[in-house]
């Protein structure tokens, strides 16, 4: 495992879940809380326990590169994010989230966004991982026989 790759490829994943919240769930779904305010604890509270967000996407971060590194194939580089991304897209998300419609009184649109965000997130920290930390010589290698 290459050290310096394996860290600055979870810091990545961890700025790329961060960036995407902000804007899904800071802009694109603000209405939606808004109208569904009851749900929520308050803006104060929330802020207040935003280290708690922080360092989930550090755990979520961390490993997802740490599986990432244990997996890597001799598929192309953007297959092998495909797969991933589906994988762990399919062993977290959707169980999250179909257990949390059938147990709150969360409404179907918001689980159906919270769906399309985490689809997006996951997919592009996918090709964020791969990107940065690719294994050029297994790649390059993988690149002649599939050509």
């Known amino acids: 495992m290459n050290e310096k790759r394996f860290w600055f490829s979870i810091g990545l994943v961890w700025t790329t879940l961060m960036l995407t919240d902000w804007f899904f769930h800071g802009y694109w779904m603000q209405p939606t809380y808004q109208a569904t305010a009851h749900l929520w604890r308050p803006m104060n509270e929330?802020?207040?326990?935003?280290?708690?967000?922080?360092?989930?996407?550090?755990?979520?971060?961390?490993?997802?590169?740490?599986?990432?590194?244990?997996?890597?194939?001799?598929?192309?580089?953007?297959?092998?994010?495909?797969?991933?991304?589906?994988?762990?897209?399919?062993?977290?998300?959707?169980?999250?989230?179909?257990?949390?419609?059938?147990?709150?009184?969360?409404?179907?649109?918001?689980?159906?966004?919270w769906f399309m965000i985490e689809a997006f997130q996951v997919f592009v920290c996918g090709f964020v991982v791969t990107w940065f930390y690719r294994a050029k010589i297994k790649w390059t290698e993988t690149a002649h026989h599939h050509a």
């Open 46 to 113: 929330i802020a207040s326990n935003s280290w708690a967000m922080w360092v989930g996407h550090a755990f979520f971060a961390w490993s997802y590169v740490w599986i990432y590194t244990k997996g890597i194939s001799n598929h192309h580089p953007w297959h092998q994010a495909f797969r991933y991304a589906v994988a762990v897209f399919c062993i977290t998300s959707v169980p999250y989230l179909f257990m949390t419609w059938a147990v709150t009184p969360m409404t179907t649109d918001i689980i159906f966004r």
